[in-house]
Nanobody
């Protein structure tokens, strides 16, 4: 049974940085594509960064050049903007939809950690 727990969220001023961590248990790291999603109130869940089994990374255009996902599943977020404010979720998945950062490709989710940028 895969369990994911996020940490590292908080409040930060625009231009600042945060690092989100994802603690995972119940699976072997070489079986799943890992990703970060976010969801702001009234908006759809958005895939923002993923790292595949072979280390290949994928980013949404909205965060490219500012966010970095690492093999340890952490997400370094730099130059944060107010529009980055959302609940951030760590997820594990497989298949084409996972590579394309679609929520449908991810079967395991954490509870989320809030990021607020003012």
């Amino acid at each position: 049974h895969v369990q994911l727990v996020e940490s590292g969220g908080g409040s930060v001023q625009a231009g600042g940085s945060l690092r989100l961590s994802c603690s995972a248990s119940g699976y072997t790291h070489d079986r799943y594509c890992m990703a970060w999603f976010r969801q702001a109130p009234g908006k759809e869940r958005e895939g923002i960064a993923a790292i595949d089994i072979d280390g290949t990374t994928t980013y949404a255009e909205s965060v490219k050049g500012r966010f970095t996902i690492s093999p340890d599943k952490s997400l370094q977020m730099d130059n944060l903007k107010p529009e980055d404010s959302a609940m951030y979720y760590c997820a594990a998945g497989r298949g084409v939809d996972a590579h394309l950062l679609r929520p449908s490709g991810y079967g395991y989710w954490g509870q989320g950690t809030q990021v607020t940028v003012s």
